[in-house]
C-alpha cells in the first residue's frame, strides 16, 4: 500500500519559512518523479514545485521560484520542499504527490499517489 505523509506545515508571520517534508512508503521513490501542490480555498489545485526523478531538474510555477526549493533523498524515500519569505497568498492546503512520469509534468492529472496534505498559514 502506497503511502505519502506530508508533515512540517503551520502558522507562519510574512517573511518567515517553513520546510515541508514528505515520507513516501510502499513504493521505489526514485521510480517516480514528485511534484507538491497547493490549494487554497475557492481555487483549483496548482502545482508549486516538481523534481525529476534523479533530482536533476526542477520547476517552480513563477509566484515561488526564488523563494521555494523542492529537494529529494531517493536513499530516505522522502521530498522536501523549503519555502522562504513567505507571503499571505502562500496560505493553502500543501499536497505532497509522485507521478509516473519521471520528469513530471505540472498537470496533477499526471500524478498517481497523493498525500493528505498538510496546512500552511502565512499571517500578515
Known amino acids: 500500500q502506497v503511502q505519502l505523509v506530508e508533515s512540517g506545515g503551520g502558522l507562519v508571520q510574512a517573511g518567515g519559512s517553513l520546510r515541508l517534508s514528505c515520507a513516501a512508503s510502499?513504493?521505489?521513490?526514485?521510480?517516480?518523479?514528485m511534484g507538491w501542490f497547493r490549494q487554497a480555498p475557492g481555487k483549483e489545485r496548482e502545482c508549486v514545485a516538481a523534481?525529476?526523478?534523479?533530482?536533476?531538474?526542477?520547476y517552480y510555477t513563477d509566484t515561488v521560484k526564488g523563494r521555494f526549493t523542492i529537494s529529494r533523498d531517493n536513499a530516505r524515500n522522502t521530498v522536501e520542499l523549503q519555502m522562504n519569505s513567505l507571503k499571505p497568498d502562500d496560505t493553502a492546503v500543501y499536497y505532497c504527490?509522485?507521478?509516473?512520469?519521471?520528469?513530471?509534468?505540472?498537470?496533477?492529472?499526471?500524478?498517481?499517489?497523493w498525500g493528505q496534505g498538510t496546512q500552511v498559514t502565512v499571517s500578515s
Open positions: 510502499g513504493l521505489t521513490l526514485s521510480n517516480y518523479g
Open positions: 504527490a509522485a507521478s509516473r512520469f519521471r520528469t513530471p509534468p505540472s498537470s496533477h492529472g499526471a500524478y498517481d499517489y
Open positions: 523534481i525529476t526523478w534523479s533530482g536533476g531538474s526542477t
